[in-house]
């Protein structure tokens, strides 16, 4: 009987920190070996860092990389590690893993199939390594063969689909199977989406069985370069059972998640389905002395109780951006976080989250070792309490005019006092006035409500904008912008105004499902170990009607006035922007979801209004704070969605729903969409 202990490790990294990326590498491969693990996966590019952009060119980032790896392999002794990192090969810069047996470099596998949709863009960086193809590379006066690879180390068989590989139709698994690979393994660097996890592990479990083998799988931890999220989702599979996978969403530096797997269980499987004979030169020998390990029981991973509640999305949106907040306030060593807390539904979201941030992190690695990863502030170093740390850490202040209510303010004093953030109050009529006189002085009339709505509405919010601003560069916090997904798509926003900051937080996220999301959190909250972390504080908000308060209060102002419902609002953008149709088969789909709510003119009018404030709209979101990637697509141009500044508009297009509004021709479209 074989049995081998085996770990994926899961490591919070920064781009180009290379010093603390060593560090947290090596910290890994010691707390495996403390665990008698004799195989250990660290993800894609983890001595880099993933998010690297431009700088993978650099000849000296590659030389770095190279002096990295050169000192993480004097710590494994008794141990095989893969670690990932940039490689430069006639003049190519290949993405690869490095697999490395008792201090001593085995080889390097490269990546295969390369991501270019979406968030991705590797092709920008790497080449693609063709398959079944092996050579050799120099480094320091050492050869070492690169490519496409197996190695085998005393007998047992390890291959790599590195990330991406094992997303394609035609994943390199299917002839490691012809290879008689034992053991793959998967780093990656896959960012964070609303239940991603489970498709990873359906592709985990079902590469396992499929390929009659062990797969461990790991990915990084965190928020590690500004937008993408990493869940530290890790896993090992045999032989098509689930054995275990590791805690999502940790605060700490890294996790080791372990289990001992049966080498020789899956050979009986893979001998007897048919497979074709593997020819190549493609197999690394070596010799490694696995250490006698005993059988363990009842390996089987079971999911988190957050994952398992029935509030999924809910549970994943807190605990995602709370980490990306922690880590974004660290790596950019802020001394914490300021916000606009006008008392509705955004700037509230905000504010809750920095609130969830310490307290899921208390729960995740405790109040010292939060305040030890923010030792650089000061302050908080001798608070012995989350809401001491709170008050510190998170402030706020509300600005009213005139034609704010008694609502918003008691909704955002009663929110920071229930969870023990910094409150500030200030009226700020006083500026607007000063701004309006001076303009009105120079034009030569009075500004009024009737010629003059929009601006009027816009001084307001741009006038919060220096004031909130010094409040935060006293302090050195970050200013967190308060603009969600709804309002990006089509500029329902204020530049310089509300859209002020140096993050946003909630920019992936939709207005219709945040509200949602905010009464979740007042009355059930965050599931941790059978305890519910509530904002009690929410009450005043979740009892309000989403409003700019920007016209006079005697006007009645609506967002969903201004615009439309967010719920049709959202699904316009998710048919029009995510899945690319026109005006006219937006509308069709719109009636197909709302016609028993709204008539189709109705519907028409909305459509498009959206189409016409998105086309108008996207130098607002070229120049919007960096925001967080959530959900399978997003707004933000620099990452996931690109249109042009200029453009005609859909003019055309929309000149197509109209023709067919006023013909009611249903023959015009019939077959193009699946009516």
């Known amino acids: 009987m074989k049995l081998v202990k085996v770990a994926a490790g899961t490591l919070n990294q920064t781009p180009l920190d290379w010093e603390q990326n060593r560090k947290n590498i090596i910290d890994c491969i010691r707390e495996a070996d403390k665990q008698n693990v004799s195989l250990l996966c660290l993800p894609e590019l983890c001595i880099t860092g993933y998010g690297c952009d431009d700088a993978f060119y650099s000849t000296d980032l590659i030389e770095q990389a190279k002096e990295s790896l050169n000192e993480i392999v004097l710590h494994t002794s008794g141990i095989i590690v893969s670690v990932g990192l940039p490689v430069r090969f006639n003049n190519k810069i290949y993405n690869t893993s490095c697999l490395i047996a008792n201090k001593r470099i085995l080889g390097f596998v490269c990546k295969q199939h390369l991501p270019n949709y979406g968030v991705f863009y590797e092709d920008r960086w790497f080449h693609r390594w063709p398959a079944g193809v092996r050579d050799e590379i120099e480094i320091d006066e050492f050869k070492y063969p690169i490519g496409d690879l197996v190695f085998d180390l005393s007998g047992v068989r390890i291959g790599f689909e590195i990330c991406e590989d094992a997303w394609v139709a035609n994943r390199p698994g299917r002839t490691l199977f012809d290879r008689g690979v034992d053991v793959i393994l998967n780093p990656s660097a896959s960012p964070f989406s609303f239940a991603k996890f489970i498709t990873r592990e359906r592709f985990v479990i079902d590469g396992s069985r499929s390929f009659a083998c062990s797969y461990i799988y790991t990915n990084l931890l965190g928020n590690e370069s500004g937008r993408l999220i990493f869940d530290g989702d890790a896993m090992i599979a045999s032989d098509g059972n689930l054995l275990v996978s590791s805690p999502r969403f940790g605060y700490g530096d890294f996790y080791v998640t372990s289990a001992v797997i049966d080498i020789e269980g899956p050979r009986v499987n893979h001998s007897q389905i048919k497979s074709s004979l593997a020819t190549g030169n493609w197999k690394v020998a070596a010799l490694f002395d696995f250490p006698d390990i005993r059988p363990v029981a009842n390996q089987h991973a079971e999911l988190e109780r ?370």
């Open 306 to 675: 957050f994952e398992r509640g029935g509030y999924l999305k809910e549970e994943e949106f807190a605990r995602a951006v709370s980490l990306a907040l922690f880590d974004y306030l660290r790596k950019s060593h802020s001394q914490g976080f300021t916000v606009s807390l006008s008392g509705g539904a955004d700037s509230c979201a905000c504010v809750a989250l920095c609130g969830l941030m310490i307290r899921l992190a208390d729960e995740s690695i405790g109040l010292d070792a939060f305040k030890k990863k923010l030792s650089y502030i000061k302050k908080i170093q001798s608070c012995t309490t989350v809401e001491e740390v709170t008050k510190e850490l998170i402030h706020s202040i509300y600005q009213g005019t005139e034609n704010s209510s008694t609502d918003t303010f008691t909704s955002a004093e009663s929110l920071a006092n229930s969870i023990g953030a910094t409150f500030y109050n200030v009226n700020i009529n006083g500026l607007v006035d000063a701004y309006t006189g001076m303009i009105e002085e120079q034009i030569g009339r009075n500004l009024s409500w009737e010629t003059d709505d929009l601006a009027l509405q816009n001084i307001q919010a741009r006038v919060r904008a220096p004031g909130v601003w010094l409040l935060a560069n006293l302090n050195n916090h970050l200013l967190l912008a308060t603009s969600n997904r709804s309002e990006v798509a089509v500029g329902y926003c204020t530049m310089d105004g509300d859209t002020a900051g140096s993050i946003n937080p909630i920019s992936g996220i939709e207005k219709f499902w945040l509200r949602g999301w905010l009464v979740w959190l007042e009355t059930v909250g965050c599931d941790v170990k059978g305890r519910h972390i509530r904002i009690e504080g929410l009450n005043k908000v979740n009892n309000l009607q989403p409003t700019a308060e920007l016209r006079p209060l005697d006007k009645k102002q609506t967002d969903e006035k201004d615009l439309m419902p967010y719920e049709v609002l959202n699904e316009i953008e998710k048919v029009a922007i995510r899945d690319k149709k026109p005006p006219l088969e937006c509308l069709l789909f719109m009636e197909a979801q709302f016609a028993d709510r709204f008539d189709r003119d109705t519907l028409a009018g909305w459509v498009e209004r959206f189409f016409r404030l998105w086309s108008r709209n996207q130098w607002k979101r070229e120049r919007y704070a960096p925001g967080f990637h959530l959900d399978t697509h997003n707004l933000d141009p620099r990452s996931w969605c690109r249109f042009p500044i200029l453009s005609g508009g859909f003019e055309k297009e929309l000149a197509d729903m109209q023709e067919y509004l006023a013909k009611g021709d249903r023959k015009k479209i019939k077959g193009r969409i699946g009516f």
